[in-house]
């Protein structure tokens, strides 16, 4: 059990154009999911946290104007990268919790990848 | 979570015992210590947590010393498969279960045939 999937796993898209990543738990609720970006060679750096029923926390850095987050259910976050451009282009990583059932783990989605032109 | 320190890169060959030692001196009485594996264009996977001594899992064995200032992750007989960047992490089972986590450079190993 315990998994969260994306999708799509990979999109491209014309630099002023808007994307949507969705990120799912397929078998579990999830009250905290994460969402992280990765740029090639480097690490994960987190970008928001999104918590079910209330507005995303984001980093220091992070735009939340450009990257729009909803999470609208227990099982379902929305990364929306509004108006792209290429700088973008990075790896997009969900990850979700199980909140107050416990886990000594999160469990990450296989990833997204964007590449705005 | 604390800061941890790893080696950015190792290399191997097939076969071979693999050990990947993370350094974390701040560590935290209620601290846990837990590995990640990334492969290449997908997300991390939960590898192993230990808290002291030994644990074992049908993937890896982590070695913890009694002062708990590093671990070392263990890779029994690696395969090409095993290629991937490894992250270690520490911090409390509260934070690494529900709260966003902090990956460090990871180690990148590269197995080769």
């Known amino acids: 059990g315990a998994v969260v999937s994306q999708h799509p796993s990979w999109v491209i898209c014309k630099s002023g154009t808007s994307v949507k990543i969705e990120c799912r738990s397929l078998?579990?609720?999830?009250?905290?999911m994460f969402w992280y970006r990765q740029f090639p060679k480097q690490s994960l750096m987190l970008m928001a946290t999104?918590?079910?029923?209330?507005?995303?926390?984001?980093e220091q850095g992070v735009e939340k104007d450009k990257f729009l987050i909803n999470h609208a259910s227990l099982t379902l976050s929305t990364l929306t990268v509004t108006s792209a451009h290429p700088e973008d282009s990075s790896f997009y990583i969900c990850?979700?919790?199980?909140?107050?059932?416990?886990?000594?783990?999160?469990?990450f989605g296989p990833g997204t990848r964007l590449t705005v032109t | 979570l604390a800061k941890t320190t790893q080696p950015i890169s190792m290399d191997s060959y097939e076969g071979q015992e693999v050990n990947i030692t993370c350094s974390h001196n701040?560590?935290?009485?209620?601290?846990?210590i837990t590995w990640y594996q990334q492969f290449p264009s997908q997300g991390p996977r939960f590898i192993i947590q230990?808290?002291?001594t030994k644990v074992t899992n049908e993937v890896a064995s982590l070695f913890i010393p009694a002062d708990r200032k590093s671990s070392t992750l263990s890779l029994p007989r690696v395969s090409l498969s095993d290629t991937a960047v490894y992250y270690c992490?520490?911090?409390?089972?509260?934070?690494?279960?529900?709260?966003?986590?902090?990956f460090g450079s990871g180690t990148r190993l590269q197995v080769q045939p």
């Open positions: 990850s979700a919790s199980k909140g107050a059932v416990a886990s000594d783990e999160q469990y």
């Open positions: 078998d579990f609720q999830a009250t905290t």
């Open positions: 999104s918590n079910e029923g209330s507005k995303a926390t984001y």
């Open positions: 701040n560590i935290a009485t209620n601290d846990y």
């Open positions: 230990g808290y002291k």
């Open positions: 992490l520490v911090g409390d089972k509260w934070d690494t279960g529900r709260r966003a986590l902090t």
